[in-house]
T-cell receptor
């Protein structure tokens, strides 16, 4: 069974640009969660999608957005990039997305903003 | 104040040592407690999963939850160089639709 796939693995952007990251969950998983990981802050929750609906959102500015498609694949978008957005962005999938479930993570997209 | 507090380390121990990793939390609604392990340039993987208070053992790993103190621990016995990784505590409740993570503790086990 294929794991969670995130593309691209690495991205370099400049301030003010926008970026789109992609996540393909494990087959059969309907929930996709996104996290931002930085050395100082650890893993911070961005948002969670289930059946194309955002059910929960973390404390991030509106520049961070996401969506989920009918096949459960998800994308997140960051507009007007800032230097502080440099981080590892991780996607995790699970069957239902409830807080008691095991999460399966992809290897992440390393975003560098110059 | 963060919902979950975890000392980021780094923690360096000799091979064979007993390692103790800890987290505290503030949200009493959390009922499910997990430990994930993350190797360099990889995503986290679930290591231990416990529900409510108590202990759970799996090989060299023991997870402890004390809900009254809002404190969870992970013990690693006979630590190996291959245990060198970042260990993240995580927790959630059924209806929250999110899992909250600690900052992660970097562990180095020296041969």
């Amino acid at each position: 069974k294929a794991g969670v796939t995130q593309t691209p693995r690495y991205l370099i952007k400049t301030r003010g640009q926008q970026v789109t990251l992609s996540c393909s969950p494990i087959s059969g998983h309907r929930s996709v969660s996104w996290y931002q990981q930085t050395p100082g802050q650890g893993l911070q929750f961005l948002f969670e999608y289930f059946s194309e609906t955002q059910r929960n959102k973390g404390n991030f500015p509106g520049r961070f957005s996401g969506r989920q498609f009918s096949n459960s694949r998800s994308e997140m978008n960051v507009s007007t990039l800032e230097l502080g957005d440099s981080a590892l962005y991780l996607c995790a999938s699970s069957l239902l997305g409830t807080g008691d479930e095991k999460l399966f993570f992809g290897s992440g997209t390393q975003l560098s903003v110059l | 104040q963060k919902e979950v507090e975890q000392d980021p380390g780094p923690l360096s121990v000799p091979e064979g040592a007993i390692v103790s990793l800890n987290c505290t939390y503030s949200n009493s609604a959390f009922q499910y407690f997990m430990w994930y392990r993350q190797y360099s340039r990889k995503g986290p993987e679930l290591l231990m999963y416990t529900y409510s208070s108590g202990n759970k053992e799996d090989g060299r790993f023991t997870a402890q939850v004390d809900k009254s103190s809002k404190y969870i621990s992970l013990f690693i016995r006979d630590s190996q160089p291959s245990d060198s990784a970042t260990y993240l505590c995580a927790m959630g409740d059924t209806g929250g639709f999110k899992t909250i993570f600690g900052a992660g503790t970097r562990l180095f086990v020296k041969a």
